[in-house]
């Protein structure tokens, strides 16, 4: 099975940038989704980004959209998520998660269709 783990947390004012890592191993089919996805204390589970190893396919949540970016290095099975104009309300843990499945857009989103989660990283936004 697919094992993730996140690095890369921190704390940051708000404006500042943070790049978080997601380094995977186990994995053994074609198929191939990875995302990000963040929780805040008292709040659901919310999904950031997600991509297809292949590229071919790339959500982002609205709320991130054109702040943060997703990024693969093939040659180290890792994924990273550069975070800019960070705002006090991004600040949660982010959690990487994969699935040996090349989601379709729609799917992407929800984390039941995940089935290796990372411990998680923190990541504080404030002055």
């Known amino acids: 099975q697919v094992q993730v783990a996140e690095s890369g947390g921190g704390w940051v004012q708000p404006g500042g940038s943070l790049r978080l890592s997601c380094a995977s191993s186990g994995r053994t089919g074609s198929g191939y989704t990875v995302a990000w996805f963040r929780q805040a204390p008292g709040l659901e589970r919310e999904f950031v980004v997600a991509?297809?190893?292949?590229?071919?396919?790339?959500r982002y949540a609205a709320a991130v959209q054109g702040r943060f970016t997703i990024s693969r290095d093939n040659a180290k099975n890792a994924v990273y998520l550069q975070m800019n104009t960070l705002k006090p309300e991004d600040s949660a843990v982010y959690y990487c998660?994969?699935?040996?499945?090349?989601?379709?857009?729609?799917?992407?989103?929800?984390?039941?269709?995940?089935?290796?989660w990372g411990q998680g990283t923190q990541v504080t936004v404030s002055s």
């Open positions: 998660a994969a699935t040996e499945k090349n989601l379709i857009w729609s799917s992407m989103a929800n984390h039941q269709y995940y089935d290796s």
């Open positions: 991509t297809r190893w292949s590229g071919t396919t790339t």
